[in-house]
């Protein structure tokens, strides 16, 4: 094929006339373009091969294999694969609309039933792709775009695959707050369950406005992910039983009415990829069938599969006449070349996307009279070998004017008020009608007139590039290529230290051996990843002020949009997007009372809105048992006179209501001489103050939590990095806290100095659990020193110690009341860095075997 070319300052390639940018990948720009013989706007994705080392290649080559195979109305269509000497083109359907992530961006979380909606059309895309054996591997709202009124549309299969039958995938691809648990251990996994989670944090962020995860580090992130809790903001729907009705027959045809995104969400992001969802359950949750819409849901997914298949039998069984037609005079192609380059699919043929793209505006457009069709060559074989199997009829139907200049109209798309449309919609007669063949057909060219909108398109292309440079852009990672690119792996020590490091600490990240870029195991686990920037995914989605939390704190946004705005600027009927407060009331309306335990409903601190939840279910501190809970505490490095102190000014502050200026003051002044570094809650000192407040003495005074009354989480969230959220109290059940004494007491304080620890409590028995932990410590070829000791509390209770050379005390025990094993883990010594994440895959090993283990 010919190399692009530029005509007056609009780039050609192929049969297209090539605009501005309006994405960038890792490897590619994709910029909107016009056909010119359809008129119809395309995408064109071009990437520079040259660029590409050989697994990239083999990726694209992937990429584009599977593009030409997939066809379904929620997936964005590929029309034409074009190679130019370095250059590889995909040209696909425009999605005018653009990302699902800057519509979130731009307009908050959405309503139910408009997550709904796009949910579902993404789910009909997923569960095609999956019935055709192939993964994507990089679902995010960033490859999801929003099509024609709206409609879901995915796109980018760069990191897609074939999968068949039980075969689990090894290669790390996607993006760090979409990827599921397994791949963020490195482990080998089933690309359709990794799917779902990512589906499963898509309807998390379509329904809360942030993520599920919050992170400002791959590190944090996994740590995030590993600990298994997905906290979920009130005013998602909850699934609920009423007292009244017993599960039991019948209970199906009571359950439609009782709302239940929360539970499925959490089907979605079950840790263990065994137990978690698969499509068909997505497919079939009750959720997706809710209310009203459980009609047109219903059909949205079952029109959605068949109808691409319909679509498929029917282009394969006849060629329209009009195209033909119309291809041939426009084109210039003799129909056997038309019929060879449809019906053999030719994605590299500009004869196939040609007649794909009037067969498309034909169907979008309803032309009339196109009810006389071309017969179909009876096989692509006999086509090859001549005209033997054609059948006997006329080839030449008659064909109106009317019809032929139907498809010469502009493409629908530049009738919309889409902004590029002066870029590329040039409808002057000239142009539309004799359009500018490329040269390989040798064919005349038409006046290229484009007037004044050269220079309009010049400073939209100038105003569109610092926008693109303006705007942070996610990418999505791969573990051989984008995670440690040159570039990173230059940040890395040399590979003689990594690999010293690697030796001294088995769960370091060994060293890339040459050539085998693709089998790079575990790389979130190299240490050095945790300082490589991800976006602040936890700034990203604006939630209206109104509905901001303490327990949403950390995964919902500062605003600068307000709901009700939103919802106004919204076309829909506002009916079906109830504001936060209306969802709060009717919430209450309905609940209150029933299922959550509403303490006061008043509020004694002021006006504002009230939260039906109570705060302690929906903190942080939710998995607190009561007696942990405080209305404040300072840590033992405090003095009793400075504690008593403080909880006077904070308990002061409830009182008045007045501002907390004076407890900030009083802390930061004790808190004078830690280093800024210390006093953060990432790897603070346990020897600087800290304080950790929470609602308990907002629950005993029966003062309703809401956005106005005092709230010292959320203030001190706001104001004060010294804040310890859900730091444990300075004492610890168990032995968790040190060996030093070789002693452990259930109530032994701990050493507040150099103690880190973490504790979780299973239902597994004491025996699988020492085991469990046993064997991961083996397979990571992590020496450790077992000692057996008795709970002094309870005789009869065995307790087992395991010793890191690395400075972890693990301690596993079967403690009353629960009778449930808890297991302690106390980093003694600091020095390692990857003692955190070593408790973490131990926690989240014991996760895989319980996964209603609780992390505390
Ligand atoms: N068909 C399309 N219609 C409109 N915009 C598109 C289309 N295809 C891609 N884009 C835009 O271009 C961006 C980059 O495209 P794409 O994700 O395919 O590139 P990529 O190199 O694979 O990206 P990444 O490296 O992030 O995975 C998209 O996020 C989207 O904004």
Redesign the pocket.
């Known amino acids: 094929m010919a190399a692009p070319r530029r005509r007056m300052g609009l780039e050609k390639i192929g049969l297209y006339d090539v605009g501005r940018a ?7 720009t ?1 910029r909107i373009a016009r056909h010119r013989i359809a008129k119809t706007k395309v ?1 064109i ?1 071009s990437i520079d091969v040259s660029a590409l080392d050989r697994e990239n290649l083999v990726k694209l080559e992937r990429e584009v294999r599977i593009v030409k195979i997939i066809d379904h109305p929620h997936i ?1 269509k590929s029309y034409e694969i074009m190679r130019v000497d370095n250059m590889l083109y995909i040209v ?4 005018m609309s ?2 699902l992530y800057e519509t979130l961006i731009e307009k908050g979380r959405v309503a139910e039933d408009v997550a709904r909606n796009w949910f579902s059309e993404t789910a009909s895309a997923v569960s095609y792709l999956h019935s055709q054996g192939i993964v994507h591997r ?1 679902l995010k709202a ?2 999801i ?1 929003l099509g024609k009124n709206s409609k879901i549309k995915i ?2 299969f ?1 990191f897609s695959n074939f999968q068949t039958g039980d075969q689990l995938l090894n290669t790390w691809c996607g993006s760090p707050p979409y990827a599921a648990p397994e791949l963020l251990l490195g482990n080998s996994y089933d690309g359709m369950k990794a799917d779902i989670w990512s589906m499963g944090v898509l309807l998390y962020i379509l329904v809360t406005g942030g993520f599920p995860f919050p992170s400002d580090s791959v590190n944090k992130l996994k740590r995030s992910v590993l600990s298994g809790v997905v906290k979920i903001p009130y005013w998602v729907s909850v699934g609920m039983w009423p007292p009244f009705l017993e599960e039991g027959p019948g209970w199906n045809d009571v359950d439609l009415f009782f709302l239940e995104c929360a539970d499925f969400i959490r089907k979605m992001l079950v840790l263990n990829p065994g137990k978690r969802y698969s499509i068909q359950n997505v497919l079939q949750h009750r959720w997706m069938y809710i209310r009203n819409d459980a009609k047109k849901t219903q059909v949205q997914l079952l029109e959605a599969i068949p109808a691409s298949s319909i679509d498929i039998r029917q282009q394969s069984s006849k060629l329209n006449p009009t195209i033909m037609m119309f291809m041939q005079q426009h084109g210039k192609w003799s129909e056997e070349q038309i019929i060879d380059a449809v019906l053999g699919r030719d994605f590299e043929s500009p004869i196939f996307a040609t007649y794909e793209l009037l067969a498309d505006k034909v169907k979008k457009g309803s032309l009339e009279g196109t009810g006389e069709e071309y017969p179909r060559r009876g096989s692509r074989g006999s086509i090859l070998s001549g005209k033997a199997n054609v059948d006997e009829q006329p080839l030449t139907p008659t064909i109106s004017a009317h019809q032929l200049a139907q498809l010469n109209l502009s493409s629908p798309d530049c009738d919309s008020d889409d902004s590029s449309n002066s870029d590329l919609c040039d409808d002057s007669p000239l142009s539309s009608m004799e359009p500018n063949h490329d040269r390989q057909f040798g064919l005349p060219r038409g006046l290229e007139v484009f007037g004044n909108r050269f220079e309009n398109r010049y400073v939209s292309i100038y105003c569109t590039q610092i926008l693109n440079s303006l705007i942070f852009r996610r ?2 990672l791969c573990a051989s290529e984008q995670l440690l690119s040159p570039n990173m792996m230059g940040q890395f020590p040399p590979p003689n230290l990594l690999l010293n490091n690697f030796m001294m600490n088995p769960i370091g990240f060994p060293p890339m051996p040459e050539g085998q870029a693709a089998e790079f195991p575990l790389p979130s686990l190299h240490p050095g990843l945790g300082t490589f920037p991800i976006a602040d995914y936890s700034k990203m989605l604006p939630v209206p002020k109104s509905e901001r939390r303490a327990s949403a704190g950390e995964t919902l946004l500062p605003t600068n949009i307000d709901l009700q705005q939103h919802l106004a600027n919204l076309s829909a009927n506002p009916a079906s997007f109830p504001t936060v407060e209306e969802e709060g009331r009717s919430y209450l309306a309905k609940y209150g009372g029933k299922r959550n335990t509403v303490h006061c409903l008043g509020n004694q601190l002021g006006g504002g809105i009230q939260n039906p939840i109570p705060r302690y279910q929906r903190t942080p501190y939710a998995k607190a048992p009561p007696a942990e809970r405080r209305s404040s505490w300072a840590s033992p490095s405090l003095s009793a006179q400075q504690q008593t102190h403080l909880e006077k000014i904070f308990k002061d502050a409830l009182q008045t209501n007045s501002d907390i200026s004076r407890l900030h003051k009083e802390f930061k002044n004790l808190s004078h001489g830690c280093a800024q570094s210390q006093i953060t809650n990432e790897g603070s000192s346990l020897a600087c103050p800290q304080i950790s407040i929470t609602d308990e003495y907002n629950r005993q005074h029966n003062i309703a939590p809401s956005a106005s009354s005092f709230d010292p989480v959320s203030i001190f969230q706001k104001n004060a990095q010294e804040v310890v959220f859900g730091q444990r109290p300075a004492t610890a059940i168990g032995f968790s806290s040190t060996s030093f004494s070789g002693m452990s007491t259930p109530e032994q304080t701990t050493k507040p100095t150099d103690d880190r620890i973490k504790s979780c409590v299973t239902i597994l028995p004491f025996d699988e659990v020492v085991h469990t932990l046993k064997s991961s410590l083996n397979s990571m070829k992590i020496p450790f020193q077992e000692t057996h000791e008795v709970v002094p509390e309870s005789e009869s209770t065995e307790m087992r110690r395991l010793s890191l050379p690395s400075g972890v005390e693990i301690g596993v025990a079967v403690l009353p009341p629960e009778h449930k094993s808890h297991v302690e883990f106390a980093i003694i010594n600091n020095d390692s860095p990857n003692s955190d994440f070593l408790c973490d895959q131990l926690i989240s090993h014991l996760r895989y075997i319980d996964p209603t283990l609780i992390s505390e």
């Open positions: 309006i994405g960038k990948g890792n490897f590619a994709v995408a994705k964005a696909s359907e425009y999605c653009g990302e990089d960033e490859n775009l796109i980018d760069g990418h999505t």
